[in-house]
């Protein structure tokens, strides 16, 4: 089976569609909205990926450029990444990651940074079999508002 992975544009939306409806459906109850799907891509430091095999999508990664003031260097945050439960194990995630990877050199990155929960075991073993570094002190909370 052939693997294929691409970031998608405005005229990949079906695939964000898959992927929203069978792989992040798997983990989460979701839906989606083709309007702010559109909205989404339309901002180009907004990254949406997907990995197909045979036109199927098997998983997908959402990043995100994040600006900064004190350089002119940028920074990816690796948002979410999700595999079909049939596929994991095989290294898709970790191509999509390393796709990102060389994208963001590509786009004059510092460094991509990635949320996970500690307890997230496989997420961990991922991003470490990247080379991502743990940080030495675990003491981050990410607080939430919501409106």
Not at 88 to 95: C, E, F, L, S, T
Not at 105 to 117: E, F, G, Q, S, Y
Request: charged share 25%; net charge neutral; hydrophobic share 40%.
């Amino acid at each position: 089976m052939y693997l294929d992975i691409f970031r998608c544009g405005i005229n990949e939306i079906k695939y964000i569609k898959d992927a929203i409806s069978n792989v992040k459906s798997e983990e989460d109850a979701c839906s989606f909205n083709e309007e702010a799907i559109k909205n989404f891509l339309l901002n180009d430091d907004n990254w949406f990926y997907v990995a197909t095999m045979d036109e199927k999508v098997v998983a997908y990664a959402i990043a995100y450029v994040q600006r900064r003031l004190d350089t002119t260097k940028n920074m990816i945050c690796l948002y979410e990444i999700g595999t079909l439960k049939c596929c994991r194990k095989k290294g898709i995630a970790k191509k999509i990651i390393n796709t990102i990877v060389e994208h963001g050199k590509l786009n004059d990155a510092m460094k991509i940074w990635i949320p996970t929960n500690t307890s997230n075991a496989a997420a961990c073993a991922l991003y470490r079999s990247i080379g991502a570094e743990e940080p030495g002190v675990k003491d981050e909370i990410i607080y939430n508002y919501r409106y």
